[in-house]
């Protein structure tokens, strides 16, 4: 079977759309968050998605069978949150290895599925590795600029725990994403060679950073060029944006992207921006029409969706790829 470098030469791949998007729609209650195992536990539980994988894995792996079934190459596991420094506002620090290591297994049990169906267009699981809550390079007191409230090492240490049960679980890709502080994810990257040294193992990395606002800068205040050459010193299969913006905002960040690296680059943008009720309007029809632009450019390799998208985005964006090539790479080695 070809391995995701030799396909990324043929094709523009498709990443899955917005997990939460989708988990909305079961309008899960408290009660369902807890299921039988967590009845009793101390703090409130509606909200933590990525539980999800532990007490509605059914629901989970209906998302990724509906993904795969609208076009998607790659879904994303449902651990956004799952390091113990973003689980540890629900108390749930200890199941960390255990989220990630049964969101990876379920996501690899559903691409397993639609791999034997279709041997000529595997399907692959990228371990979905957040920025966290908490910023290594700014202060979050106004009032005491040099203050952290996380080091590079604690962030480091979660991370690894993360990628470990991530790649036990049978993640084939990390994905480090919607990096908002290249510092933290930095950490993640360094988690990740650690991980690959003790382990003598190679894994594709996907780094996706975030642009938060109309300047083109992160929320750490790096232009779309600096955070490449921030991270330029990983062997990493990808790099790209996605989050903060809608389909059409994105476009000069991805150009200076592409522009500027040899990696294969990605985008899953947002639906659109958010309305006044926090829901995103763009219909597929209107965010595929806003996606044909890179296509059309040449900017990327790898393309998706983020907040608000849904398996209906997906497809308009599958259709849509089948009639360009990708973004030529240059061949290593």
Not at 114 to 138: H, L, Q, W, Y
Not at 293 to 313: A, F, S
Request: proline share 5%.
């Amino acid at each position: 079977m070809k391995n995701i470098k030799e396909i990324l030469q043929e094709r523009i791949l498709v990443l899955d759309g917005a997990m939460g998007t989708m988990l909305q729609r079961y309008k899960f209650t408290e009660a369902d968050f807890r299921g039988e195992r967590f009845k009793d536990w101390k703090s409130p539980l509606q909200g933590n998605n990525d539980l999800l994988s532990l007490t509605q894995p059914e629901a989970i792996a209906d998302v990724h069978r509906k993904y795969f079934e609208a076009g998607a190459d790659i879904v994303e596991t449902n651990t956004f949150s799952s390091t113990t420094i973003a689980m540890a506002d629900y108390h749930m620090e200890e199941l960390v290895y255990e989220l990630n290591f049964e969101s990876a297994r379920i996501a690899k049990m559903v691409a397993d599925e639609f791999t034997a169906k279709e041997p000529d267009k595997p399907r692959f699981v990228a371990g979905s590795i957040g920025p966290t809550n908490k910023t290594a390079s700014m202060s979050p007191d106004v009032n005491d600029p040099g203050f952290r409230a996380i080091s590079f090492d604690e962030l480091r240490i979660a991370y690894k725990q993360q990628i470990e049960a991530l790649l036990d679980g049978g993640a084939d890709i990390l994905l480090v994403e919607t990096v908002f502080d290249t510092l933290n994810a930095k950490a993640a990257l360094f988690a990740i060679e650690e991980v690959k040294e003790e382990r003598n193992i190679d894994v594709p990395i996907m780094v996706s950073g975030t642009i938060t606002d109309a300047s083109g800068r992160t929320l750490s205040g790096q232009t779309a060029e600096a955070f490449l050459i921030s991270i330029s010193h990983i062997p990493i299969l990808s790099v790209g944006f996605n989050c903060a913006l809608g389909a059409n905002q994105l476009v000069p960040h991805l150009e200076v992207l592409s522009n500027k690296t040899d990696y294969a680059v990605s985008a899953h943008p947002n639906a659109g921006l958010p309305n006044a009720f926090g829901e995103y309007d763009e219909t597929p029809e209107q965010m595929a029409g806003q996606i044909k632009e890179y296509m059309e450019k040449g900017l990327v390799n790898i393309v998706g969706g983020c907040c608000g998208t849904t398996p209906e985005h997906i497809t308009a964006i599958a259709e849509l790829v089948k009639d360009y090539d990708p973004r030529s790479l240059v061949v290593a080695g």
